[in-house]
């Protein structure tokens, strides 16, 4: 009876581990893809991919972006022919108990030299769709003081 327990114990951690290892290999497909729609300016498959309701938050204080002034935004750069290439460097996935929740973190090597970002998608009639994504540039810790010079402030006497 032990064997037998043992056996059906490790048969359903296989199935519960195969099942998140292929739902993080979809998210990471799709994430790529969506990198990739980007850098060919092919605009179908990048904002297909968001949701009707996604956020979009760049790098400028200013970039907070509902799905439909994220089209207009970057109109002019998929149209040329090229908006802008990101590749990913790493990324962790994690999932809501319920599968119908993901969320991500990432690092990407950009124009703007290494990125971080995250993001939220949900699943819907069997379909990931992104819902909320926040890039952000990374400083190096020993950067610091003379980024925050660059953009005219002045930094506490205690951080000094």
């Known amino acids: ?35 990739k729609a980007a850098a060919q300016a092919n605009a179908h498959d990048f904002f297909g991919f968001m949701a009707d309701d996604c956020i979009y938050i760049g790098t400028d204080e200013t970039e907070r972006w509902t799905k439909n002034e994220f089209v207009k935004f970057a109109k002019p750069y998929f149209d040329r022919g090229k908006a802008w290439d990101f590749e990913p460097i790493e990324r962790q996935v994690y999932f809501s108990k319920n599968k119908k929740t993901a969320w991500f973190n990432e690092t990407l090597n950009t124009w703007m030299g290494v990125c971080r970002s995250s993001g939220v ?32 402030v002045e930094p506490p006497q205690h951080n000094e």
């Open 1 to 35: 009876m032990r064997i037998l327990f043992a056996v059906y114990s490790l048969v359903l951690l296989s199935t519960i581990s195969f099942a998140q290892n292929k739902d993080e290999t979809v998210i990471n497909f799709l994430v790529n893809n969506w990198h």
């Open 121 to 152: 998608l949900v699943k819907k009639k069997g379909k990931w769709k992104l819902k909320h994504y926040h890039l952000s540039v990374t400083v190096p810790n020993d950067k610091i003081k003379e980024f925050i010079r660059l953009l005219g």
